[in-house]
């Protein structure tokens, strides 16, 4: 098989996983009449497993179909260059960074991102979200998530942040992910927030008739979109690597 093949074999098939991803628990926000969504965890393992083009392409155009295909198509122009952007800029510094490693290092990473991520988990699930709406993919059907549920969730939420910290813990100290991989994703998640603000400050909201300065109550949901989506593909990748599937 050809370099140029396998190369269009990787887009094809990443580009079907981040719109897979992007579409399969998206969660609205009413401030910008965006949602979150799980996309960047397929776009962060197409950065750590592939080259940034392929990362790139990937997260533009699947993101951007997901837009297109559930009702979000106002945000599918700013998506498809954000996204772009996002793993191109990931997948670069993943490759620039990756020699950042070591024992304290992974133990300072996995530690400060821990904190982080049990933040995030317990801010989602027991304050930003509630209430809220979850949207069924591919229907118009839609489940409102009032305050009770929000609460009850919230101990579950915690315990899911701190499982997956647990697994980028080991996946870092194991040395199957360094340290430096998780900065340039975070580098490439940092841009994707930026984009979305001024997107949505600039174009969507004015656009929609939302209030423009609205845009700042979306920032710590696309926070917990890198923090989410890193949790996500680092225990993907630090697998794939264990089994022997990629180096």
């Known amino acids: 098989m050809s370099t ?3 190369r269009v074999i990787e887009i094809v098939v990443f580009t079907v996983l981040v719109y897979a991803a992007t579409i399969a628990l998206p969660i609205y926000q009413p401030p910008t009449g965006g949602y979150f969504n799980l996309g960047e965890s397929m776009i962060y393992v197409a950065a750590l497993t592939t080259s940034p083009l392929v990362a790139g392409i990937a997260g533009g155009v699947g993101a951007a179909l997901a837009d297109l295909t559930t009702g979000y198509a106002i945000f599918a122009p700013g998506t498809l260059v954000i996204k772009f952007i996002e793993g191109f800029v990931a ?3 993943v490759r620039k960074l990756k020699s950042i490693h070591g024992a304290v290092k992974a133990l300072i990473t996995g530690g400060v991102y821990s904190i982080i991520l049990v933040s995030v988990y ?3 699930g027991g304050v930003y979200l509630g209430p809220s709406t979850l949207m069924i993919p591919g229907t118009s059907f839609v489940i409102e998530l009032p305050s009770p549920y929000v609460e009850v969730a919230l101990a579950v939420w915690i315990a899911l942040g701190i499982a997956l910290a647990s697994l980028v813990i080991i ?3 194991k040395s199957y992910v360094s340290s430096g991989e998780v900065y340039g994703l975070a580098i490439g998640g940092a ?3 930026l984009g979305y603000y001024l997107y949505e400050y600039f174009i969507s909201n004015p656009l929609t008739g939302r209030e423009p300065a609205a845009a700042v109550l979306e920032i710590p949901v696309n926070i917990g979109q890198v923090i989410v989506g890193i949790s ?3 225990p993907v990748v630090s697998w794939l690597r264990r089994a022997g599937y990629i180096k």
């Open 122 to 124: 317990a801010t989602l």
């Open 171 to 173: 996946a870092l100290t």
């Open 91 to 93: 997948g670069f510094f």
């Open 191 to 193: 841009l994707m927030v």
């Open 4 to 6: 140029r093949t396998h």
């Open 232 to 234: 996500i593909a680092i």
